[in-house]
Structures are given as structure tokens and as C-alpha cells.
T-cell receptor, first 112, second 116 residues
Framework: DQQVKQNSPSLSVQEGRISILNCDYTNSMFDYFLWYKKYPAEGPTFLISISSIKDKNEDGRFTVFLNKSAKHLSLHIVPSQPGDSAVYFCAASSNTGNQFYFGTGTSLTVIP | EAQVTQNPRYLITVTGKKLTVTCSQNMNHEYMSWYRQDPGLGLRQIYYSMNVEVTDKGDVPEGYKVSRKEKRNFPLILESPSPNQTSLYFC???????????????FGNGTRLTVT
């Protein structure tokens, strides 16, 4: 059973606009959430994370929002750039467990 | 340069022929893990290791073996590969494992395995 879900397989955005990628989770024990970016023929690279004690974490153009009551997190990219075109995975883990659980990914295309 | 190194990058083999995919990290990480990526299924964990000689099953361990005899190495072994193990495999490591704040996974560049 998929504990982390990304319901949008793909997203297209114009350069300069905001990209919003969404992720839902089912396990209320998750307390550490991460976003990864993956280019073709490369491994996923860590982008940004958030602890469950926060509801927002920002790093440059990337902001992750966490809504614990809705079990939902989102990644905002502002402004979007063509180099942001990649597959984005969200992941979650719990400090009572030893595994990271990943979503199925969202392929973002930023149109110049 | 801090990195996770997997070899080989590409591998084509036949059903039943034992193979090993190597993984090495130079970051002195305690935690290492193997994932497979399949279309529509995302990244699924095969096995993980919290430290030397400590390994545990992930979500899809059937048909795979691992060992952790040294901290830096975590090979993935397919004793008798089958076509349903055709996939893209990633090795990853982190400082301390799941749930530890500021301990993200670092991934290798992947091994594309085809079993005919």
C-alpha cells in the first residue's frame, strides 16, 4: 500500500511562473519529509526537507509547505526555470522507523 | 568529492545467472539502502542497513540479498535473476537513517538491469 502519493504524474509551467507540486501521505507517524529532483540518467538529488514541527521551510526559489492535519505537503518553485524540468519525488520517514518512503514522482516541464 | 558509486551502470543478463551490483560511499555514512524504480511505482526500498552487519528487509526484498561487511560497501546480490527484476536500481546512503532530521539520503547514479 502506497504510504506516500503524488497524484499528478506530470505538470507543465511557463518559465517565470510558479510551479506547485503536491504530495499526500497516509501514515501519521511520519515526521520528516523530503523532496528530491531527478534528471534522466542520474540518481535523485536532495532538494529540500521539512520537519513535522514546522509548517514551512524555504531555500532560495524552493519552499516546502506541510499541512499535518491534511497529511499534505507541497513544493513551490518560484520563479520556475527551464533547468527545473525534471522528475520530483517526495519522501517521508519516521524517527520510530528506519525506512524512507517515496511517492511515484511528478514530471515537471518548464516551458521557455 | 562526497559520493555514492554504483557499478555497473548498465547490465544485461539471462535468467538464473547470478549477479552482483556494487555500491560504495565515501561519506562515512551509517545507513545504506537499495531501491528499485519502476514506471508508475516510484522508488521502492529493497533492503537497508543501519550499520556494519546489520541489514533488514524493505518493501520488496524477494529475490535479493545484501551484505554489509564494511561500512562503505553495500552490494546487492541477485542469486537467480528473473525478468521481473528488470528495473533501474539505486543505492543510497545517509548519515543516520530514516526519520533523523538533517539526514537526507544521497543516491548513486543508478544501475539499469535487464534480465532476459
Amino acid at each position: 500500500d502506497q504510504q506516500v502519493k503524488q497524484n499528478s504524474p506530470s505538470l507543465s509551467v511557463q518559465e517565470g511562473r510558479i510551479s506547485i507540486l503536491n504530495c499526500d501521505y497516509t501514515n501519521s507517524m511520519f515526521d520528516y519529509f523530503l523532496w528530491y529532483k531527478k534528471y534522466p540518467a542520474e540518481g535523485p538529488t536532495f532538494l529540500i526537507s521539512i520537519s513535522s514541527i514546522k509548517d514551512k521551510n524555504e531555500d532560495g526559489r524552493f519552499t516546502v509547505f506541510l499541512n499535518k492535519s491534511a497529511k499534505h505537503l507541497s513544493l513551490h518553485i518560484v520563479p520556475s526555470q527551464p533547468g527545473d524540468s525534471a522528475v520530483y519525488f517526495c519522501a517521508a520517514s519516521s524517527n520510530t522507523g528506519n525506512q524512507f518512503y517515496f511517492g511515484t514522482g511528478t514530471s515537471l516541464t518548464v516551458i521557455p | 568529492e562526497a559520493q555514492v558509486t554504483q557499478n555497473p551502470r548498465y547490465l544485461i543478463t539471462v535468467t538464473g545467472k547470478k549477479l552482483t551490483v556494487t555500491c560504495s560511499q565515501n561519506m562515512n555514512h551509517e545507513y545504506m539502502s537499495w531501491y528499485r524504480q519502476d514506471p508508475g511505482l516510484g522508488l521502492r526500498q529493497i533492503y537497508y542497513s543501519m550499520n556494519v552487519e546489520v541489514t533488514d528487509k524493505g518493501d520488496v526484498p524477494e529475490g535479493y540479498k545484501v551484505s554489509r561487511k564494511e561500512k562503505r560497501n553495500f552490494p546487492l546480490i541477485l542469486e537467480s535473476p528473473s525478468p521481473n527484476q528488470t528495473s533501474l536500481y539505486f543505492c543510497a546512503s545517509s548519515l543516520a537513517g530514516g526519520g533523523r532530521w538533517n539526514s537526507p539520503l544521497h543516491f548513486g547514479n543508478g544501475t539499469r538491469l535487464t534480465v532476459t
